[in-house]
């Protein structure tokens, strides 16, 4: 039972910690790994909260949940890499830059999520349909 808690757990932070490191190599800033692997453990934590909120509810009250862990997110992460992370001159990112690199990151989630799902139904929709 914790093995596959632990593997979640790594996997999770892990990729989330890449994704912002990936959002900031594209906006040419520099974020610390160490920096965007407490985001990725807070970003974790605060899902697994989330969930165990909403388990039980009806599934407008989870969408409307996770609408809110977005909000959440892109505000706590724009004020976590303020002061973490720097821009393409050195300077530090401030609320402005910290709010570019979280909407990236999560854009990029989003693509690639789509993406993953998108490439599985065409895959799986040749595989299993029948043949003439």
Same mark, same amino acid.
């Given at each position: 039972?914790?093995?596959?808690?632990?593997? *979640?757990?790594?996997?999770?932070?892990?990729?989330?910690?890449?994704?912002?490191?990936?959002?900031?190599?594209? /906006?040419?800033?520099?974020?610390?790994?160490? &920096?965007? &692997?407490? *985001?990725?453990?807070?970003? /974790?934590?605060?899902?697994? *909260?989330?969930?165990?909120?909403?388990?039980?509810?009806?599934?407008?009250?989870?969408?409307?949940?996770?609408?809110?862990?977005?909000?959440?997110?892109?505000?706590?992460?724009?004020? *976590?890499?303020?002061?973490?992370?720097?821009?393409?001159?050195?300077?530090?990112?401030?609320?402005?830059?910290?709010?570019?690199?979280?909407? /990236?990151?999560?854009?990029?989630?989003?693509?690639?999520?789509?993406?993953?799902? /998108?490439?599985?139904?065409?895959?799986?929709?040749?595989?299993? &349909?029948? &043949?003439?």
């Amino acid at each position: 039972m914790i093995v596959p808690w632990l593997t *979640f757990i790594a996997v999770g932070t892990t990729t989330c910690a890449g994704f912002v490191k990936l959002a900031g190599r594209l /906006l040419r800033y520099t974020v610390p790994w160490k &920096s965007s &692997s407490l *985001f990725a453990v807070i970003v /974790l934590a605060l899902f697994i *909260f989330d969930h165990v909120l909403a388990f039980d509810q009806p599934v407008t009250i989870r969408i409307v949940h996770a609408m809110v862990l977005l909000l959440v997110l892109v505000i706590f992460g724009s004020w *976590f890499f303020r002061a973490r992370g720097m821009n393409r001159s050195g300077n530090l990112l401030g609320s402005g830059g910290g709010i570019r690199l979280m909407a /990236l990151t999560f854009a990029v989630m989003v693509i690639v999520a789509f993406t993953i799902v /998108l490439l599985a139904q065409v895959f799986l929709s040749k595989q299993l &349909s029948p &043949s003439p």
